[in-house]
């Protein structure tokens, strides 16, 4: 029985716009916003910390607001964003995006679709997606993928296959069972490699990481002898994650060797291509990048080198069949059926952790098919070229020291002024990258080589020029010589 206290809510009443017309406006308002942003990315400071008085127009405590007080509010934030749409943003590893992806955006939310199961066209573009990337990476028909959020998501699928398919994926309903797998990856490999580790019940320890050699790649004979004591102490290897792309120094592991060690040893051989891998389009790297058709399971991001909108990344399987009994368990309620909605083949659920997700695969289709494989690969080159321009600045300059060979993208120095004898070097360039940010110039990160403190520069900007680079070194050569003066 209805309670006649409360009225009942009437059913002409929805979160649509009252008036259509009105939300059309509301909408182009908001679209020349946004264009005048995106237009203006080179202008301006890179990034900007978020002041107090615009966070507080965020704070919830007032609700149902007006649309237009709603849209003032989401037009103030648009400049505080971590600055990755500058072209002087240098900082770990992250992609510029693309206005023209706004546009895809729009789509995918006009469809609110839920892609984790079911038959219908979102699932079917997301396919094909992953056709393109098994294409690109010469992985065979039966190889299988997902689009997810990124390859930290992407390596927790990856290291789930590998343990289920090692313990005949009894795992999946008994654990390990005592079972003591190991696995391998070096020190210079992500942090995301060991989170997966622990975060499928392996724990960190059993990720063994093995010393880099003078060029930061594993150090395979160190690689051979950890996998033989290993052994003799009762553990089971059952993986290498090698490393394409690696977020200090841009280098990549020796691939051949390590998928040579993988066949031997009958381990998986996962690679953590996360920039690293789409290299494949480009003419620069595409020659070094060949072996990652070896990997068994591949983990990369679109959100990066691709320069998608985040997020997006991507897992792919060698074995589908694989991939697919290390995930598939459809209660009752998401069984399929031959016909009609519940139809389709597999279903995304039962490639990966998530039943609802949203359709990221839109955006990736839509920045391959309007910028095309060679575009989008010339724009990687670049970023290659520049980092090694860098680099020639970097040597040429008498206060400034390389402390790694440029391998792609990434360029390791720092300032080091004529009287360096009394100066700490590691706070000094600290010192150096906090200004360059706080003043809204550049903003590059730091990192540690060799336990010096690096400036590291990363440029994977298809807005980046030249002059942006010039600009970079001058600002440290400035501020270096300020701060070292001051000292
Ligand atoms: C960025 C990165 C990751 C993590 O990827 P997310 O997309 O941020 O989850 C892993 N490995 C490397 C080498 C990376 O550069």
């Not at 991001?301 to 368990?329: E, M, P, Q």
Request: glycine share 8%; hydrophobic share 40%.
């Amino acid at each position: 029985m209805a309670n006649p206290d409360i009225p009942n809510v009437p059913d002409t009443e929805s979160l649509d716009p009252e008036d259509w017309e009105d939300f059309r406006m509301r909408l182009h308002r908001m679209i020349d916003i946004a264009v005048d942003q995106m237009e203006r990315s080179h202008e301006g400071r890179v990034w900007t910390p978020f002041p107090d008085e615009i966070k507080s127009l965020f704070d919830l405590s007032q609700t149902g607001q007006s649309s237009e007080q709603v849209d003032t509010t989401l037009q103030k934030l648009l400049p505080y964003g971590v600055g990755n749409t500058h072209p002087r943003f240098f900082g770990w590893v992250h992609g510029s995006g693309t206005p023209s992806n706004l546009v895809a955006e729009i789509a995918a939310a006009t469809m609110n679709a839920n892609t984790g199961g079911r038959n219908h066209a979102a699932i079917e573009v997301e396919r094909l997606v992953i056709e393109w990337c098994k294409g690109l990476f010469s992985f065979p028909d039966e190889a299988s993928g997902l689009v997810m959020s990124g390859t930290s998501m992407a390596t927790i699928v990856a290291i789930k296959a590998a343990r289920d398919a090692r313990l005949d994926f009894k795992s999946r309903q008994e654990g390990l069972g005592g079972h003591k797998l190991v696995g391998y990856t070096s020190t210079e490999a992500h942090a995301c490699i060991a989170r997966a580790f622990d975060m499928v019940g392996l724990g960190t320890d059993a990720l063994r990481r093995i010393p880099v050699t003078a060029d930061h790649q594993i150090d395979i004979e160190l690689l051979k002898k950890q996998i033989h004591n290993d052994r003799e102490g009762g553990f089971e290897p059952f993986l290498i994650a090698g490393t394409c792309g690696s977020v200090n120094a841009g280098t990549i592991d020796d691939l051949m060797a390590l998928s040579d060690i993988s066949e031997t040893e009958q381990l998986w051989f996962h690679i953590d291509g996360a920039f690293g891998a789409l290299g494949m389009l480009s003419d620069r790297l595409r020659h070094r990048l060949a072996d990652l058709e070896r990997a068994d399971s591949i983990a990369f991001d679109f959100h990066k080198w691709l320069h998608v909108n985040y997020d997006a990344g991507c897992i792919l399987i060698r074995s589908g069949d694989t991939h697919l009994k290390s995930f598939s368990d459809r209660p009752d309620y998401l069984k399929s059926a031959e016909h009609g909605l519940a139809a389709g083949g597999t279903w995304p659920v039962e490639l990966g952790p998530e039943l609802s997700r949203g359709f990221r695969a839109l955006k990736v289709w839509a920045q391959i098919a309007e910028h095309g494989e060679e575009k989008l690969g010339r724009m990687i080159s670049r970023n290659c070229e520049q980092a090694a321009y860098l680099g020639e600045l970097v040597e040429a300059a008498s206060d400034l020291e390389l402390l790694l060979p440029v391998s792609m993208q990434i360029c390791c120095f720092r300032y080091v002024p004529a009287s360096a004898s009394d100066v700490d070097l590691n706070s000094l360039n600290e010192d150096i990258v906090i200004q360059l940010q706080m003043s809204g110039i550049a903003a590059p990160s730091t990192t540690r080589i060799d336990g010096k403190t690096a400036i590291r520069v990363n440029i994977t900007n298809h807005r980046t020029a030249q002059s942006d680079l010039d600009v970079l070194v001058g600002e440290v050569r400035r501020i270096g010589a300020d701060l070292t003066q001051s000292h």
